[in-house]
């Protein structure tokens, strides 16, 4: 369980470098704080290009966020949830 939640706080962390709506290099979102492998970015980018969270343009090697994705980061939160 604590495996999911840690990769749940991953996938947060990457939409919350992305919520300026602007583009950025796939260096700069594997970077302090993550510090995550291509590997593990790879299978995340395609994770959210898949269901539309973010636009992913692989010649440049940069991801920008969707509506949805900003939708996504306006939800209340789990611990909000659980009180």
């Known amino acids: 369980m604590n495996n999911i939640r840690a990769f749940g706080k991953t996938l947060d962390k990457i939409l919350e470098l992305l919520k ?46 969707e509506p949805l994705g900003l939708s996504f980061l306006e939800l209340p939160s789990e611990e909000i949830i659980s009180k």
């Open 20 to 65: 300026d709506s602007q583009w950025h290099l796939t260096d700069e979102l594997k970077a302090k704080p993550l510090f995550l492998s291509d590997e593990k970015l790879n299978e995340i980018i395609r994770f959210f290009e898949e269901y539309k969270f973010i636009s992913f343009n692989k010649e440049e090697k940069k991801a920008k966020i």
